[in-house]
């Protein structure tokens, strides 16, 4: 095997993906992020709240890997309503910053026609590198 699941303590079984797979060399890949909690529960049928909460989710998986927020090197965001994005940047800029700080990964955006939650209203994937895994940690 030349990578780990990531998965973070308390959250819902992953179905037919992992959240986060971690390479020999210390890169982790994080899946597509969407707004819901650890238990698969959507807690905002906002923008923003889901914004927060797919952010919080990356930073999760980071965390559970033994890196933090500074170790994201990248973020390629999937929205599904530009002008929303558009209309409300302040208030993406303080969530962003309240859950990020002032790290700014390279990043990118696309606008889609839809995702596979139908509640979902972005999607977040994510790149870090947290230094090499223990030569222990992977088969």
Do not use: C
Request: net charge negative; aromatic share 8%.
């Amino acid at each position: 095997m030349t990578a780990k699941t990531i998965h973070p303590e308390g959250w819902a079984p992953a179905k037919g993906y992992a959240n986060g797979m971690l390479a020999r060399d210390g890169t982790l890949y994080i899946g597509g992020q969407i707004g819901w909690t650890a238990q698969k529960q959507f807690a905002s049928h906002d923008f923003i709240g889901q914004m927060e909460q797919a952010l919080r989710n990356i930073v999760a998986i980071v965390e559970a890997a033994g890196g933090s927020v500074t170790d994201i090197t990248r973020l390629t965001w999937f929205v599904i309503d530009k002008a929303e994005y558009a209309a409300r940047q302040r208030e993406v800029g303080d969530v962003y910053r309240r859950v990020l700080g002032r790290h700014f990964p390279a990043m990118s955006m696309l606008v889609v026609a839809g995702l596979v939650e139908d509640d979902a209203l972005l999607e977040i994937e994510a790149t870090a590198f947290v230094g090499p895994a223990p030569s222990n940690a992977l088969p």
